[in-house]
């Protein structure tokens, strides 16, 4: 099941493709502009209507909104894994005629048509709530995307607080010793300022998110 649910998967091929001669986007931060954006899928209220947001290089926001308020596919926009725009043609009368999508996603005033689609996904780092493992080691799990050094690899786990060898399997598909990630584990208890005084695990993650902040 998992060998054809792979075979399948390297099948796909992308309806997204970069205008020809795309550009690549620059190195380091960019602004990000939603003109007007509104989507919504087949035969579904609007996901988002008419989002207008300007964040500028190096800002920080976060979004907050409800189970079905529209996050998840905002973050897929700003991928480009759908187009607000019928082609990517960005022919506003198409738009306004089907009434499904409309607006711009601008990245320094450029609009995400326009750029190398393959090239912004790699400049845009992103989780989303029910990550994808695979029944492969942890260090090819973590360079699905992009390859890095295994110095690199190892610095990432210590951040996140994970224990494990890179060569270690993930899953128990293929290695009945895999290893077995589980998304809701209770490691410590107790309030806020108890678990701080504690130490472990939750005091050490809460500092790493609070420096990000207090920059």
Known sequence: ?????????????????????????????????????????PNSEFALRDVNIRVKPGEKIAIVGENGAGKTTLAKLLLRLYDIEPGGAGLNDTIENTGDFGGEILYNGV???????????????????????????????????RSASDDTLREALKTVVLDVELDAAVTREFDENGVMFSGGEIAESGTHAELIALGGKYAEMFTKQAENYVR
């Not at 326009?114 to 973590?142: C, H």
Request: net charge negative; with cysteine.
């Open 1 to 41: 099941m998992f060998a054809e649910k792979v075979r399948s998967f390297f099948e796909l091929r992308p309806d997204i493709e970069s205008a020809a001669g795309g550009a690549a986007p620059p190195e380091g931060a960019m602004s990000l502009e939603l003109r007007g954006v509104s989507f919504r899928y």
């Open 111 to 145: 609009n995400i048509c326009e750029y190398d689609v393959r090239a912004l996904r790699r400049q845009i780092g992103v989780a989303f709530q029910e990550p994808q493992l695979y029944a492969l080691t942890v260090r090819d799990n973590m360079q699905v995307y």
